[in-house]
C-alpha cells in the first residue's frame, strides 16, 4: 500500500462546482502539503500544514481552501472551479522540526481537469 | 526569495550515452539543502537525493552521481550510460535553512529526459 494516498486519481468536472481532493497517509508525518504542477512550472506550493491546528498558505492559495481533519489527512478544496486550476495536484509529507530538512514524499497526483 | 533554475526543458539522448541535467539555485540563507526528484511517466514523483549546504562532496549511486557547486551555486546531475528506464521529468528543488520554516521545496521547472533506444 503507498504510504501518501491520494484520491480520487482523475477527476473531470465542470466550471463553477466544488471539488475536494483529499489525501491520507501512514508515514506518521507532522507536516503535509498541496502541490499544483503546470508544465514548464515545476511545482508550486498552494497551502501547507504543520499539525492539525496549523494551517498556512503558500505561494498560490488563492481559489483553494484546506482542512487538515487528523494528523493522516489533509484535503484541498476548490469552491468554485475554474478552467485555469486544471492541474495534476500533489500531496507531499515530511517528518517534523526535529529532522528539517527530511525529503519530502509525495503522493502519486490527481490529475484535475475543469471544462 | 529563493529561486531554481532548469534552463534546459526538454534533454534527448541516445541510450548508452551520458547526460547531465543542470540545476542553478538563488538563496539568501546559508543553510539549504537541494533535493532531485524525478517523474517517471506514470507520473509518481521519486526522491532520488538531498544535499546540504556544508558538504560539497560529489556524491555518486550506481549509475546517478550529483555535483554540488557553491561557487556557481549548481547542482547538476549526470546519468552515466543512460537507459530507457531514464527516461522522465528531472525536477531539481530547495529548501531553505533557518528563514525557511520548515521543509517547504522551491522547485524548478522541470527537466524531460527521452532516452531513445
Known amino acids: 500500500d503507498a504510504d501518501v494516498t491520494q484520491t480520487p486519481r482523475n477527476r473531470i468536472t465542470k466550471t463553477g462546482k466544488r471539488i475536494m481532493l483529499e489525501c491520507s497517509q501512514t508515514k506518521g508525518h507532522d507536516r503535509m502539503y498541496w502541490y499544483r504542477q503546470d508544465p514548464g512550472l515545476g511545482l508550486r506550493l498552494i497551502y501547507y500544514?504543520?499539525?492539525?491546528?496549523?494551517?498556512n498558505k503558500g505561494e498560490i492559495s488563492d481559489g483553494y481552501s484546506v482542512s487538515r481533519q487528523a494528523q493522516a489527512k489533509f484535503s484541498l478544496s476548490l469552491e468554485s472551479a475554474i478552467p485555469n486550476q486544471t492541474a495534476l495536484y500533489f500531496c507531499a509529507t515530511s517528518a517534523a522540526a526535529g529532522v528539517r530538512n527530511q525529503p519530502q514524499h509525495f503522493g502519486d497526483g490527481t490529475r484535475l481537469s475543469i471544462l | 526569495a529563493q529561486k531554481v533554475t532548469q534552463a534546459q526543458t526538454e534533454i534527448s539522448v541516445v541510450e548508452k550515452e551520458d547526460v547531465t541535467l543542470d540545476c542553478v539555485y538563488e538563496?539568501?540563507?546559508?543553510?539549504?539543502?537541494l533535493f532531485w526528484y524525478k517523474q517517471p511517466p506514470s507520473g509518481e514523483l521519486v526522491f532520488l537525493i538531498r544535499?546540504?549546504?556544508?558538504?560539497?562532496q560529489n556524491e555518486i549511486s550506481g549509475r546517478y552521481s550529483w555535483n554540488f557547486q557553491k561557487s556557481t551555486s549548481s547542482f547538476n546531475f549526470t546519468i552515466t550510460a543512460s537507459q530507457v528506464v531514464d527516461s522522465a521529468v528531472y525536477f531539481c528543488?530547495?529548501?531553505?535553512?533557518?528563514?525557511?520554516?520548515?521543509?517547504?521545496?522551491?522547485f524548478g521547472g522541470g527537466t524531460r529526459l527521452m532516452v531513445k533506444p
Open positions: 538563496t539568501r540563507d546559508t543553510t539549504y539543502y
Open positions: 500544514s504543520f499539525d492539525v491546528k496549523d494551517i
Open positions: 528543488a530547495l529548501s531553505g535553512g533557518l528563514n525557511n520554516a520548515g521543509n517547504m521545496l522551491t
Open positions: 544535499r546540504n549546504s556544508f558538504d560539497e
